[in-house]
């Protein structure tokens, strides 16, 4: 699919706003302070206040196209798209080439079913983009009642390799529609190959066949591309594809959620690859021209989540209707949102009620062993983890590693070593090399100054699979001091301060290895260092400040000495 874009450099909102309007802001109100205000709700992507902030600027300035500009593009983020239309229609009589005045007003146009106006704002030049003005051209003739014209133009797109699937699965869509189904299962059996439909797709293919009486293929169909699905809505189709009975088409129903489905689907693709406040322009009109398209809110929520705009993710995900078959996914989404948010409580409360609703749904109970864990509360969070294993069965699945890596560490951090070192070993046994939990696994024989060889192994091994990373290359060093192979240890330690410079635990072990070779004033250089980085929320049983105001006072032979440890020793 073709790249689309607005603009030739990323968009940030109250940049435009603020692009002509700085020194007016300054003056108009005699101070700094709005405009400070603004620059930071700018840098913390608050919609809302470039909104507030926007609209008071343009009264005062209301000619101003980089105002109007900035307020639509957060008008849409907050995907309040009415609001925006009075202010798009002001841009596009200042502006009339201007794209995002173009899209609000063009999206107000296809909400309203105004065909006529959708096609007369293309024909005068009003572009979303290449492909996308001609699948939205296509859907409004069909709006207008011009079929012919609306499947020439699907014809044509589809003579374009890359273009090819997504017109022929809208032209099925769009025949089905007017009752044409046989051309409609005709396209998606010849297509099926190329199309890679999701549910939705697969569940109109099924309908569109039900309507044929070919209930058999639909089943069929189902369980070649869904067999393990076990979504309400899924089953209950396939129930009533074996009963017999001629499902009635309901994939889409009107051409403005054709067009919602191209957005949408445009949306999806880019996600993984461009600014995901530009991608958010897509799925917000999505949204806007079929509000019980959850897909497209879960995605608005991702997208905000990427943005850091957690509680608009939180409101994004809340709209996600209870019967939607990827309702536990938004649910989930919320829960992790609101946790970013530091509201906890509600996080866990949501995610323990969302267990109650689906206790059979094993990332539920991983999602709130790991919201648990975070906060410490390592017994509850043990227990969701054996909630989901349990559910997971004996399934070998490569990714289970992570959930049997997630219980280690919890048992571990309760001291339960045996339940731990055996889920560390189960995690390697699903993923073997995994790096972090052959890091995790090696450090904390090294800890406990026991099985020194293999941790040496693992860590090296780890070393290997991620050597850019400054906790893994900390752990050799760890090891090598442990060993008392003290000049090697020196060496890694060294690079782990370069790759993490700033964190209080490296920089106490390369202070160690500096002391443990006889450069004693730069272990104090670096103990001082590392107290210097300790913050409120470091792990304090890590980096314990006591002792390193101890090691400056007395040194470290003498600290291994008042615990009772063994002294330093370098390996013969």
């Known amino acids: 699919m073709p790249h689309f874009r607005f603009f030739s450099r990323p968009l940030t909102a109250l940049a435009l706003v603020l692009s002509s309007l700085a020194p007016a802001a300054l003056h108009a109100d005699g101070s700094a302070g709005s405009y400070l205000a603004a620059r930071s709700a700018d840098m913390n992507g608050d919609y809302s206040a470039v909104v507030d902030y926007g609209t008071r600027a343009l009264a005062r300035d209301p000619s101003n196209i980089e105002i109007m500009q900035g307020l639509l593009v957060a008008q849409i983020g907050l995907g309040d798209i009415d609001p ?37 704002m293309l024909d005068g030049g009003v572009s979303v983009g290449g492909l996308m003005d001609q699948m939205i051209r296509a859907w409004a003739h069909m709006g207008a009642g011009r079929m012919s014209q609306s499947l020439a133009l699907l014809d044509e797109l589809a003579g374009d390799e890359g273009s090819r699937s997504f017109a022929m699965y809208h032209k099925a869509m769009a025949l089905a529609l007017v009752g044409d189904f046989e051309t409609a299962a005709d396209i998606l059996t010849q ?67 054709g067009i919602a489905r191209v957005f949408f689907t ?129 399934d070998p699945a490569s990714h ?57 192994s693992m860590i090296e091994q780890a070393v290997a699979a991620e050597p850019r990373s400054g906790y893994i290359v900390d752990s050799l060093g760890w090891v ?34 500096y002391w443990a070779v006889g450069r004693k004033r730069e272990a104090e250089f670096q103990w001082s260092r590392a107290l210097s980085f300790i913050v409120e929320d470091s792990n304090l049983e890590e980096i314990k400040p006591d002792r390193i105001r101890r090691k400056l006072e007395v040194g470290l032979d003498i600290v291994l000495e008042e615990e009772g440890a063994n002294p330093l020793h370098p390996a013969e």
């Open 400 to 456: 289970r590693w992570g959930v049997f890596f997630a219980r280690a560490i919890t048992h571990e951090r309760l001291k339960h070593w045996p339940q731990a070192e055996a889920d560390f070993r189960k995690a390697l046994e699903l993923n073997p090399g995994q790096a972090s939990v052959l890091n995790y696994l090696g450090y904390s024989f090294v800890e406990m100054r026991t099985n020194l060889d293999e941790a040496l």
């Open 84 to 120: 925006a239309v009075p202010v798009a229609r002001r841009l596009m009589q200042l502006d009339p080439g201007n794209q995002i005045a173009g899209l609000v007003l063009l999206s107000g146009a296809m909400q309203a079913e105004n065909w006529a106006l959708v096609l007369e």
């Open 266 to 394: 445009v949306a999806d693709t880019l996600a993984a690859e461009a600014d995901p406040q530009f991608v958010l322009l897509y799925s917000r009109v999505a949204e806007y021209l079929d509000p019980v398209l959850y897909e497209a809110a879960i995605l608005s929520a991702q997208l905000l989540e990427m943005l850091e705009r957690y509680e608009l993710a939180v409101a994004s995900y809340g709209r996600v209707s209870p019967d939607f078959y990827a309702y536990p996914e938004a649910a989930l989404g919320r829960a992790d949102a609101l946790r970013r948010m530091d509201r906890v409580e509600e996080a866990i409360g949501e995610l323990n009620a969302l267990a109650k609703s689906y206790p059979n749904l094993a990332p539920i109970h991983v999602a709130l062993g790991d919201t648990l864990r975070f906060e410490d509360r390592f017994e509850e969070a043990a227990a969701a983890y054996d909630a989901a294993i349990t559910l997971y069965g004996p």
């Open 191 to 257: 297509e099926e190959g190329t199309l890679q439909m999701n549910r939705r797709g697969v569940m109109g293919y099924a309908q569109i066949l039900s309507q044929l009486d070919r209930q058999e293929e639909a089943v069929a169909l189902i369980d070649r591309l869904f067999a393990e699905d076990t979504a309400e809505e899924l089953v209950g189709l396939r129930a009533r594809l074996v009963a017999g009975e001629a499902v009635t088409f309901t994939a889409i129903s009107h051409p403005r959620e």
């Open 480 to 513: 090598y001091f442990r060993l008392g192979r003290y000049e090697e240890a020196v060496e890694q330690m060294e690079r782990a301060v370069e790759l993490m410079p700033v964190d209080p635990v490296v920089n106490d072990h390369l202070g160690d290895t």
